[in-house]
Nanobody, 124 residues
Framework: EQLVESGGGLVQPGGSLRLSCAASGFIFSHYAMGWFRQAPGKEREFVAGISWGDDNSNTYIDDVKGRFTISRDNAKNTLYLQMNGLKSADTADYYC?????????????????WGQGTQVTVSS
C-alpha cells in the first residue's frame, strides 16, 4: 500500500492550493480516506475525511469548514484536498491516510497507511 501526496507549497494568506494523493496497492474505492496535518511542535490533527466508494460523505474539522473540500476520483485512485482562503494557521505538513473501514473517523488510529506528507506554508 502506497500513498504519495503532492501539491504543497508556499502561498499568500487568502490564497488556494489543491493537494493530491495518489494511491496504489489496494482497492482505493473500498476505503474511507482522510487528510491530516501536523504543524511544527504540534500533534497531528485530523482535517477532513471522505467515505468509501461513490457515497462521498464528508467530514471536516470546524476550522476548515467552508474553506476546504475533500474529494476523490476512484477511477484515478486519487484523493484531493482543495484549500481556499488559506490562513497562516493552516501552515503544516499535510498527510493523506487510508482508513481501516468505509467510514472516515477522525482518530489517527483508524488509519493504517500514510503518505510521506507535503508541506504547506501560508505566509506573506
Amino acid at each position: 500500500e502506497q500513498l504519495v501526496e503532492s501539491g504543497g507549497g508556499l502561498v499568500q494568506p487568502g490564497g488556494s492550493l489543491r493537494l493530491s494523493c495518489a494511491a496504489s496497492g489496494f482497492i482505493f474505492s473500498h476505503y474511507a480516506m482522510g487528510w491530516f496535518r501536523q504543524a511544527p511542535g504540534k500533534e497531528r490533527e485530523f482535517v477532513a475525511g471522505i467515505s468509501w466508494g461513490d457515497d462521498n460523505s464528508n467530514t471536516y474539522i470546524d476550522d476548515v469548514k467552508g474553506r476546504f473540500t475533500i474529494s476523490r476520483d476512484n477511477a484515478k485512485n486519487t484523493l484531493y484536498l482543495q484549500m481556499n482562503g488559506l490562513k497562516s494557521a493552516d501552515t503544516a505538513d499535510y498527510y493523506c491516510a487510508k482508513g481501516i473501514s468505509t467510514t472516515p473517523f477522525s482518530l489517527p488510529g483508524m488509519y493504517d497507511a500514510w503518505g510521506q506528507g507535503t508541506q504547506v506554508t501560508v505566509s506573506s
